[in-house]
Structure formats: C-alpha cells, structure tokens
T-cell receptor
C-alpha cells in the first residue's frame, strides 16, 4: 500500500539556521503530497501542498517541490524561527472517492533555540 | 468558524471501562476521519465517513472499537472495554470534497 518515509528526528537548530526535512513516498497512481505541522497541544494544520509533479508548495517561508522522478517532497526553510518549533508530518493522499484520505509519515520534532 | 471540536480534551479511565470520544466536524464538511497518534506508530487512520456513511474501517484495531456518525454534525468513537494499550491521542478531522483536512485538538486518553 501507499506509504511515506520521513526523517524522524528530533532535531534542534539555532534561530536563522537552514532547515531540510526529507520525505519520500511510495504510491500507485499520482498522489497529492502535503506537509502538516502540529504545535504543542494542538491538532495538525496544513502547511503546504502540491498536487502534481514539479508543483512547488509554499507557505510561511517553507517550500517543498513534488519530485516524481525521486518520489520525494522535501521541506525546506531558509531561516527558521523559534516559533517554528513543532512536529512536522509529510503525507500523501490517494484522492480516491473524492476524500482526502491521508497517509502520514511518523513526524519529526523540530526545536529552534534562540 | 469554530473548527473541529472534540471532547473531552483529556480522559483518564481504568482498564475495562467504556470510553466514548466525541467530535463535531466543521459545518458543511461531508467527510470525517478518526486518527490515533502514538509515539510508536505515529498517526494511524482508524475509520472515515463520507456523507455519514462509513467508507473504510480497516484501521479499526479490533472489535472493541466502534464508530458512529448519526448525522452530519456529530460522530463518536467508542472503546469497550478499554485497555492500557489504547492510551493515545485520538484526533478527529473533517473535510469538504477534496479540500485539505481540518483537525481538532485531539483527546488524550489514558487507560490505567
């Protein structure tokens, strides 16, 4: 079945450091790809998405490009802030049935220190 | 928009007791999902509904778990009897058609 593999961490960075979180996927067909973020004590929130090959999703300084040839969707940010401390989840959707049934990676906890 | 509302936020119960978790999806959303989050297994999809009908319950761990959606604005996840290995954070999420999921803040369940 479909699956997502991502860096699990935890990772600790200093403010203004560069961030990369690797994510690769296995899927039949042409899935949509997502990054979700979970702040402490809260549910997951959509950070960005891409629905087809070579699409770039971006939001709040984060970017990820849908690479079909490498089945990857790595998340990057050029300069992290303390407020970016959270758990980041990569996910895919098979899009069947008109619903967003998501398959998640295990999540990566990021801590950014001032 | 109040978002997806889950109750209770925290539940502590003893092994063998019945536990009921509740979810109110965002008004107008027609798909509802129940996820379980643990350190060991991450986020697992338990069941999802479309237009109040269960579509896929293959993630429900065993017969002790059951979920209902009697109408478009309410769903429950019940565990009877509960066991310590059921301790986790349970999330409800909703969406409309192919829009992204909106998650509630979760219910942290502890079974002693």
């Amino acid at each position: 079945g479909d699956s997502v593999t991502q860096m699990e961490g935890p990772v600790t960075l200093s403010e203004e450091a560069f961030l990369t979180i690797n994510c690769t996927y296995t899927a039949t067909g042409y899935p949509s790809l997502f990054w979700y973020v979970q702040y402490p004590g809260e549910g997951l929130q959509l950070l960005l998405k891409a629905t087809k090959a070579d699409d770039k999703g971006s939001n709040k300084g984060f970017e990820a490009t849908y690479r079909k040839e490498t089945t990857s969707f790595h998340l990057e940010k050029g300069s992290v802030q303390v407020s970016d401390s959270a758990v980041y989840f990569c996910a895919l959707s098979d899009g069947q049935g008109g619903s967003e049934k998501l398959v998640f990676g295990k999540g990566m906890k990021l801590t950014v220190n001032p | 928009d109040a978002g997806v509302i889950q109750s209770p936020r925290h539940e502590v119960t003893e092994m063998g007791q019945e536990v009921t978790l509740r979810c109110k999806p965002i008004s107008g959303h027609n798909s509802l999902f129940w996820y379980r989050q643990t350190m060991m297994r991450g986020l697992e999809l338990l069941i999802y509904f479309n237009n109040n009908v269960p579509i896929d319950d293959s993630g429900m761990p065993e017969d002790r778990f059951s979920a209902k959606m009697p109408n478009a604005s309410f769903s429950t996840l019940k565990i009877q009897p509960s066991e310590p290995r059921d301790s986790a954070v349970y999330f409800c999420a909703s969406s409309f058609e192919a829009s992204p999921l909106h998650f509630g803040n979760g219910t942290r369940l502890t079974v002693t």
